[in-house]
């Protein structure tokens, strides 16, 4: 609607202008020419009238665009400061997560430090247990030769142990009787019998040895029950 007054006004107010020169120009060769009163002021009236209801329809159409631009404008001001609320609170989630992660990557390198540390005493761990074994394995072997050695001083023993028993036998049965002589040999020969280990007594086919038996010895009989070489 605006705009068909404007055009109106426009084209009745340029009308009324160009048939006011146009009389001018036609003026100057015939000086008694006379404007025309009826057609000049009423276009030039029309004209400024529909300029004027142009205008002021064209200023309510720009002042209501103005305040819905207004209104548009405070419901953008609005939503601003809400998403700068929004922003300021995602700026501190954003400061926290930042801060819990900078605190688990601590606490990340922590733990890797104690598995380094933990692999580490577990390697020393491996190397003190071959080296307790390795000892362990020498202790038995110097064990087991202990073993042989007791075994030999036992039956060492054992042996000048009948030899001592042998001579008193014979120094106090040597004005016996014949009989007597004949047994006292025969327990002094008895007594002399002496096995290294098991393995002699077994080659001799004396295996298991009793105590009594010829050859007995604790050295042989380690339980102590009186039934060496069992």
Do not use: W
Not at 153 to 181: F, R
Request: with cysteine; net charge negative.
């Amino acid at each position: 609607m605006a705009n068909f007054f404007v055009l109106m006004g426009f084209f009745t107010f340029t009308f009324a202008i160009l048939y006011l020169i146009i009389h001018f120009v036609k003026k100057r060769k015939d000086k008694e020419r006379v404007l025309s009163k009826k057609i000049f002021y009423p276009t030039l009236f029309c004209g400024f009238l529909s300029l004027s209801i142009s205008g002021a329809f064209l200023d309510t159409t720009y002042q209501g665009k103005l305040n819905t631009a207004l209104e548009d404008n405070k419901e953008l001001t609005s939503e601003n400061k809400k998403y700068k609320k929004e922003n300021s609170k995602l700026q501190e989630e954003i400061k926290e997560l930042e801060t819990k992660l900078e605190k688990t990557s601590d606490e990340i390198t922590e733990y890797e430090d104690e598995i380094t540390t933990l692999e580490e005493k577990e390697s020393d761990f491996s190397s003190e247990k071959e080296i307790l074994e390795d000892k362990v394995s020498d202790l038995k072997e110097n064990n087991s030769k202990l073993e042989n050695k007791v075994d030999d001083l036992e039956g060492k023993l054992s042996e000048a142990k009948a030899s001592a028993s042998s001579s008193n036998s014979s120094a106090n049965q040597s004005s016996g009787s014949g009989t007597s002589s004949t047994s006292s040999g025969n327990t002094s020969s008895n007594s002399n019998t002496y096995y290294k280990n098991c393995d002699a007594a077994r080659q001799a086919g004396a295996a298991p040895v009793r105590e009594g038996d010829p050859g007995y010895g604790r050295h042989l009989d380690r339980d102590g029950d009186g039934i060496g070489c069992e």
